[in-house]
């Protein structure tokens, strides 16, 4: 007997592709980047504060415990309301609209449970909000991919006494990851991670605490001076709206000009840049930090590929939207969606910028301390609060709801043509070159070659 085919297919899902194959598109610390920012939507749901005020998350904290062999996160933010409920354990949110009126990232509902599955092979999520407490349980069998029982266990109660907030415990982790929490350098990683993903946030009130070690955060502070028509050194600022979304875009110097030497030590054993090269905020939390390749414009369209001689330059592009599903992101909340409209914008300003700033850098290559001379007479002002140069004082963008500032920045008064000669010898070589110019084997290369330089011209022009 031919057997029927059958009238419908089951198209979705298996357990096996969330609880196995999603959490491998996603680092450890980004998973964990996730229920922080998770706890800074429940703050922006309570607080009674204007989301534009000046410290609007004050009072509202997160504080991690991070260990080989108990993971837990636990917030004062509001807890999970009863209408929250279901969508905040569905994989998937159905109503991308709920948190219309706030300026979130979170779209795709998948945060805290990719983040249970990639740590733990149990968990509990604890809430405790105005309208009633509850918990619920991710058990070893539940967490199988092999079960296909999708229906969690929820116990609920009448609210508790203390702050009303979220905490989630992974005390059964898996093997790597207790492995993981027992490194110290992937510690110092997760949070200098907070730090800077969450800066802007912890700017405005939010605090963050590891192991009870409270994080401070970091932001981006550039050179400026108050507006005038002299030339002196400002950031190029950019302001506009496009399709409901603001963007705010500002390239300066984050630092006086990199000297000779220190372009010699790059070359030769490159080191972390500090704050160099460009950073994406979206509604403020920072999803790509300091890019020095092409996704931000350099090398491109006229700007030249960075060189640790603009280890100087640095940069932010800021978006804001209630509307999360136009902000250039991804579904880590850290990843940039480049070939978004929005985004390309935004860049094409990023481009204006930095064409500014490594012309500046390249006309006073080698005569670089006349112009540290022009930054002992400005000083570093953070970008989000205090830098409205484009809003203040900027000129309308021609086809667009825009203005911009473009600085006029000081000029090296000895316009001689100038070049720079750089190559690499062996170590052993030039130390020998330096004990003979110098009888002393340790000066700087820089130095040794500038020496070998000078006698040589004198030869040539006897």
Not at 177 to 196: E, H, P, V, W
Not at 268 to 277: I, M, Y
Not at 287 to 314: E, N
Not at 365 to 391: H, M, P, W
């Amino acid at each position: 007997m031919t057997e029927e085919t059958p009238a419908e297919l089951f198209g979705g899902p298996t357990k096996r592709f969330f609880v196995s194959m999603l959490t491998r598109d996603i680092e450890l610390d980004d998973a964990i980047l996730d229920l922080v920012d998770n706890c800074i939507d429940g703050a922006m749901r309570t607080t009674s504060a204007a989301l534009d005020s000046d410290k609007p998350y004050a009072g509202f904290r997160a504080d991690l415990t991070v260990t080989p062999e108990k993971f837990e996160i636990s917030d004062n933010c509001g807890g999970i309301p009863s209408d929250y409920i279901e969508e905040a354990f569905q994989l998937g949110r159905p109503n991308i609209k709920k948190d219309g009126d706030l300026p979130t990232v979170g779209m795709y509902g998948i945060g805290m449970k990719r983040a249970i599955f990639k740590m733990g092979k149990t968990a509990t999520v604890f809430s405790n909000a105005d309208d009633g407490a509850f918990h619920v349980d991710y058990s070893a069998q539940w967490l199988n991919p092999e079960n296909t029982e999708w229906t969690l266990p929820i116990s609920r109660q009448g609210r508790k006494n203390g702050d009303n907030g979220v905490r989630i415990l992974v005390s059964d982790l898996k093997d790597e990851i207790s492995k993981a929490f027992s490194n110290k350098s992937f510690l110092n990683r997760l949070m200098a991670g907070i730090q800077d993903h969450f800066g802007y946030l912890m700017q405005k009130g939010f605090e963050v605490s590891v192991n009870g070690v409270d994080l401070v955060p970091k932001t981006l502070g550039l050179y400026t001076s108050a507006h005038s028509g002299e030339s002196e050194i400002r950031p190029f600022d950019y302001s506009g709206l496009f399709d409901s979304v603001e963007i705010r875009v500002t390239v300066g110097f984050f630092r006086a000009l990199v000297r000779e030497a220190e372009i010699d030590k790059e070359t030769e054993a490159p080191v972390d840049a500090e704050a160099a090269g460009i950073s994406v905020v979206c509604n403020d939390r920072v999803i790509l930090l300091g890019d020095r390749t092409i996704k931000t414009g350099w090398g491109d369209a006229g700007v030249p590929r960075y060189h640790p001689q603009f280890r100087s330059i640095a940069g932010l592009i800021e978006f804001r939207s209630n509307d999360a599903e136009k902000l250039p992101i991804s579904t880590t909340k850290r990843g940039l969606d480049a070939g978004s409209d929005v985004y390309f914008a935004a860049r094409k300003a990023v481009t204006e910028g930095l064409k500014t700033f490594t012309s500046f850098t390249n006309r006073f290559k080698g005569i670089e301390s006349e112009a540290n001379e022009f930054f002992a007479k400005s000083a570093r002002s953070d970008v989000k609060t205090t830098i409205r140069l484009a809003q203040e004082h900027g000129t309308q963008v021609r086809g667009a709801n825009a203005k911009k500032y473009v600085p006029v920045l000081p000029e090296p008064t000895n316009k001689e043509s100038r070049k720079r000669i750089s190559f690499i010898r062996p170590d052993d070589e030039v130390r020998a070159v330096s004990e003979y110019l110098f009888q002393d084997s340790g000066q700087q290369p820089s130095i040794v070659g500038a020496e070998c330089f000078d006698r040589f011209l004198k030869e040539a022009r006897k």
